[in-house]
């Protein structure tokens, strides 16, 4: 009987044993797939400065990779493992110019905002833009053609695309559907000491009826840092259902900028109630970022509060525990704890601390009101305005909100306003409004356009369908239609020599349009086709000069830019090089 006492005893220990293995794990690396974390490198040989850090809140999405800072343009950067260049590409925005490689472990890296690649696939992306006659472009070179090894070159670190200072932009991507998941869980040689920080936590009334300390709208509560945690001193009040979201930041060592927070827990009285973890986030649901935050706040204050809440449209997979969808409504009139704990990607952890006091709401008024519901089709139709709302375009239902302001000058309809530009959607809401006084001639140049709080116009597209002008947008707010006939506009950047480019290695020119937007540019130079790389951030196309053109001579240069209302502009430019 001893001996099967003993064997018990050694099973449990051994059982306890694994158990706790298992939890310091899924603590370490909260992204289950096994992956060896020591397969990769990182793609710079210089000391590691993350300008940005994986699921960090940017507008409408996570960040999907890291952001690697360097001094200056023309940094080396190396393949991160064995496997093939599978994509180039080369984008006037985005990720500007941009590098894919798989790997056979199953993992794509990605190398975005380079400055170039290096020569034989530069020479490879040069020749299809030349075949193509398209500055954009995107290749799927054989798997044979570009093979690398772990520390090869592949190019130059940049500021290529929608970046605003030197750095490489990498990517760790699930191959078979192109999902990134999140660098920082490979033990890659990061220095992080620091602990996030908490500024502030909102209670927010999730329903009519409820209420924050005696008020029907939501109520903001500094946190205060104290002995290594933080705290809300005052005891806070709630009627009905709320939820709780945190103003917070996560920092690194030797960098000054913020980082994201990686992993949230919520605890109601020492019991685990709501949790996530941003290991792991598809395109296709990056944009739930705006139902994750409390997006009127970001709009108004530029603050980012995290929810501790899901909303019911929300699809992100980022959510372990969510009892109630962390929603909290407290009936007892009892004093409840809560404890919030915030965790980087090298377990640097804080807590947050707050006391709730919950009583009943009061019974929710029966008056039947118009409901935009999230799970379905909605259309709202006027005389003169209309619009579609597709399911899954709300992340949860509102009461529609219409009004109508009288035409102003330079429009060719009244204004019409739809709910608050406050309210985030997760896709194209459909537009559609009837002309007023719009000459003829200018049908084909009407578009609508949404008219931000300050009174600017954003283009959103213009099509003639039935005597409406139709458009679609990713927002709610005020529209109205106008007519582009203007022309885009050329300039050439001036050189200190005029018309003589034999000391200057290129050309540029800035292109810009007062309303619809750049649709395309065409450029030639002895009337042969010339690509002009296009920086669509600083409106700029650029020609370097290259074995395209001959040397020590006049040429006659010609570029066309035309908007997206068909207005056309061209350029004619003498000059010797």
Same mark, same amino acid.
């Given at each position: 009987m001893q001996v099967l006492r003993n064997k018990a005893t050694r099973l449990i220990k051994i059982m306890r044993f694994k158990i706790l293995t298992i939890l310091i794990f899924? =603590?370490?690396? %909260? &992204?289950?797939q096994n992956y060896d974390k020591n397969y990769f490198r990182l793609p =710079?040989?210089? !000391?590691? +400065?993350? #300008? %940005?850090n994986f699921g960090e809140i940017r507008s409408n999405h996570f960040h999907s990779g890291i952001d690697i800072k360097v001094p200056f343009v023309g940094i080396p950067l190396y393949a991160a493992a064995d496997g093939y260049i599978s +994509? =180039?590409?080369k984008s006037a925005d985005g990720y500007g110019n941009a590098l894919y490689i798989d790997h056979p472990n199953g993992l794509r890296t990605v190398y975005g905002h380079m400055h170039n690649f290096k020569k034989d696939i530069e020479t490879y992306v040069k020749n299809a833009q030349y075949k193509q006659n398209k500055f954009e472009i995107t290749l799927y070179p054989d798997s044979s053609k570009f093979k690398v090894k772990k520390g090869d070159l592949i190019g130059y670190a940049g500021n290529s695309g929608r970046s605003y200072g030197p750095h490489v932009h990498f990517e760790i991507r699930e191959t078979d559907k192109d999902i990134p998941i999140n660098p920082e869980l490979f033990n890659f040689k990061i220095k992080d000491t620091v602990k996030p920080k908490i500024f502030f936590a909102e209670i927010v009334p999730i329903n009519s009826n409820s209420s924050v300390n005696k008020k029907?709208? *939501?109520?903001?509560?500094? #946190? &205060? &840092?104290k002995n290594g945690n933080y705290y809300i !001193? *005052?005891?806070?009040k709630i009627k009905g259902e709320t939820g709780i979201a945190i103003n917070a930041d996560d920092y690194m060592n030797y960098v000054k900028n913020t980082q994201g927070i990686r992993s949230v827990k919520m605890f109601i009285d020492d019991t685990l109630y709501f949790s996530y973890e941003l290991d792991k986030i598809s395109f296709y649901e990056t944009r739930y970022i705006n139902s994750f935050i409390d997006y009127a706040e970001r709009q108004q204050t530029k603050k980012n509060f995290q929810k501790l809440w899901k909303e019911p449209g929300n699809k992100l997979g980022i959510y372990n525990v969510a009892e109630n969808s962390g929603v909290i409504s407290f009936s007892d009139n009892k004093i409840h704890k809560i404890k919030i704990r915030l965790t980087d990607c090298y377990n640097n952890s804080t807590f947050l601390f707050l006391r709730i006091q919950g009583t009943k709401a009061d019974k929710i008024n029966d008056i039947k009101k118009e409901t935009l519901k999230y799970n379905e089709d909605n259309y709202i139709v006027k005389p003169k305005f209309r619009a579609s709302i597709k399911k899954g375009t709300l992340y949860t239902n509102i009461i529609p909100e219409y009004k109508t302001f009288p035409k102003k000058d330079q429009l060719y309809s009244d204004i019409y306003e739809l709910n608050s530009y406050l309210i985030p959607v997760h896709e194209n809401i459909y537009y559609a409004i009837k002309p007023k006084d719009l000459p003829k001639d200018l049908i084909g140049k009407a578009l609508l356009v949404n008219i931000d709080k300050n009174g600017n116009y954003y283009p959103i597209g213009g099509t003639y369908i039935n005597k409406f002008i139709a458009g679609k947008c990713k927002c709610f707010g005020k529209f109205a239609i106008v007519a582009d006939s203007t022309p885009p506009v050329i300039e050439i950047e001036k050189n200190n020599f005029e018309f003589d480019y034999s000391e200057s290695n290129q050309i540029s020119f800035k292109i810009t349009d007062n309303l619809s937007g750049i649709k395309n540019y065409? #450029?030639?130079?002895?009337? *042969?086709?010339?690509i002009f790389e296009y920086d669509a951030k600083n409106d700029r196309i650029t020609y370097i000069f290259d074995n395209h053109i001959t040397y020590k001579t006049n040429h006659q240069l010609y570029i066309e830019v035309i908007d997206k209302k068909n207005n056309k502009s061209v350029f004619n430019f003498t000059f010797f090089k």
């Open positions: 899924s =603590v370490s690396f %909260g &992204y289950s =710079v040989n210089i !000391p590691i +400065r993350l #300008a %940005g +994509r =180039v590409r029907y709208e *939501k109520q903001k509560f500094k #946190a &205060y &840092y !001193p *005052k005891l806070i065409y #450029a030639t130079i002895d009337k *042969k086709n010339i």
